[in-house]
């Protein structure tokens, strides 16, 4: 289910839009792919171990705080600074290697948040499949498809195109990032106050991340995006 939500988006423009515009996106997805590679790696290694640990804990989930929050904290800041990274260098690297993918430059900032926001995913759901949540997992991804449609449906209406497309996509890997956190958080943490502190902590990334795309995004600065 998890490549019928990355899925959506082309989908919707081979349905409303060109095949050029799939074209430039598609390209733009396979440029994001570099920053899904360390989260996945990272979740790859941890799913065996969670489900070592699950023989021994059982269904004690707190005890599992620690294998879970630390590689999650790490992924914030790592990613933190990828995507920042990426923000910054890809659009000039496009303007003079990638000529003929100019178009990206209106849509491609926008992708690079919600990347980081999907970064969580990885390992949050691979926690959920070794404790046999399956259940929770799927009910996330079908209103998250759902979701991704409507939003996507909306904003071509709209007439914002691929832009439109990006912002709803990035919109859609948001609300399907928090709620596979808040799942595993409330099984490993129980406060709702502790819940919230540990989101918040990518929120406030997030923030940062908003805040220097609108810096690069000024003529104020070297790093204009047009």
Do not use: C
């Not at 790490?74 to 003079?96: D, E, K, L, Q």
């Not at 929770?136 to 939003?151: A, D, E, G, P």
């Not at 904003?155 to 912002?167: A, D, E, M, P």
């Amino acid at each position: 289910m998890y490549m019928i939500v990355r899925s959506v988006d082309k989908l919707m423009i081979l349905i409303f839009l060109s095949q050029i515009e799939l074209g430039y996106y598609h390209f733009s997805i396979m440029f994001l792919g570099f920053f899904m590679m360390v989260p996945s790696t990272i979740a790859s290694v941890m799913f065996p171990k969670y489900a070592q640990k699950r023989a021994e804990y059982e269904d004690n989930y707190p005890r599992y705080a620690n294998m879970v929050l630390i590689p999650m904290d790490i992924m914030a800041y790592f990613s933190g600074v990828t995507i920042i990274t990426g923000m910054i260098i890809i659009p000039p690297f496009i303007r003079f290697f990638l000529k003929d993918y100019i178009p990206l430059l209106e849509f491609i900032n926008i992708l690079l948040v919600g990347t980081y926001f999907l970064s969580f995913v990885f390992i949050a759901n691979d926690f959920l499949i070794s404790m046999k949540m399956h259940w929770k997992i799927v009910s996330v991804y079908i209103y998250t498809i759902i979701t991704n449609i409507v939003l996507n449906y909306l904003f071509v209406r709209l007439g914002y195109g691929l832009v439109g497309i990006s912002t709803a996509t990035t919109i859609t890997f948001i609300v399907f990032s928090f709620s596979i956190q808040a799942i595993t958080f409330n099984m490993i943490l129980g406060s709702l106050a502790k819940i919230l502190k540990q989101i918040l902590l990518s929120t406030a990334i997030f923030g940062l991340l908003i805040l220097i795309y609108f810096l690069i995004n000024t003529k104020n600065f070297g790093f204009y995006i047009p």
